[in-house]
């Protein structure tokens, strides 16, 4: 299995450009998310899925959207880019919602100029 | 949702116990902890996770306090691998993982 892979590993985008940052698994879980690290802070939760077709806001969702129209795929958009956007964004997968570990993909480094 | 408290940083020589400390005071009785661990600019690594009895598994061992205010992450053999940044985390509504700003232990030769 190749586990939670993340597309692509590095970015830099202009101020309102937009983009999609890609996140899979292949382990058949049905819990997914995405999360963002600010240098030297810890992770803060933006969005995630509890299965195929159901999406919910974390801590800081504004600025990105979110989809699920598989269970392997939890893509996270940025409509119109901002400097504040600029951080480490991780996706991360779990079997299902509840007390159990969550696996994490090796990250995308996005800057916004 | 518990609020973590741990030291920011911590030094351990290698071949040594590293114990990190982590203080979960507001923690709900139903409420697991979970420690991870980041490693360099790596994704985190799930480490362990425990509600109140002590847990063991290959990594680590997690002793939890009897009135489940605080635990201790145990490595028992620290190596220059196990630099990082070490994670306790309460785990809300909706499995969000509450990341504050964790430990950074250093193992040194």
């Known amino acids: 299995n190749a586990g939670v892979t993340q597309t692509p590993k590095f970015q830099v985008l202009k101020t309102g450009q937009s983009m999609t940052l890609q996140c899979a698994q292949d382990?058949?879980?049905?819990?997914m998310s995405w999360y963002r690290q600010d240098p030297g802070m810890g992770l803060r939760l933006i969005h995630y899925s509890v299965g195929a077709g159901i999406t919910d806001q974390g801590e800081v969702p504004n600025g990105y959207n979110v989809s699920r129209s598989t269970t392997e795929d939890f893509p996270l958009r940025l409509l119109s880019a901002a400097p504040s956007q600029t951080s480490v964004y991780f996706c991360a997968s779990s079997p299902y919602l509840g007390d159990n570990e969550q696996f994490f993909g090796p990250g995308t480094r996005l800057t916004v100029l | 949702d518990a609020k973590t408290t741990q030291p920011p940083s911590m030094d351990c020589a290698e071949g040594r116990a590293a114990n990190l400390p982590c203080n979960h005071s507001t923690i709900s009785g139903n409420e697991y902890v979970y420690w991870y661990r980041q490693i360099h600019s790596q994704g985190p690594q799930y480490i362990i996770h425990?509600?109140?009895n002590n847990e063991t598994n290959e990594m680590a061992s997690l002793i939890i306090t009897e009135d489940r205010k605080s635990s201790t992450l145990i490595l028992p053999h620290a190596t220059l691998r196990d630099t990082a940044v070490y994670y306790c985390i309460g785990r809300s509504a909706g499995n969000m993982l509450t990341f504050g700003g964790g430990t950074r232990l250093m193992v040194k030769p």
């Open positions: 382990m058949n879980h049905e819990y």
């Open positions: 425990g509600l109140k």
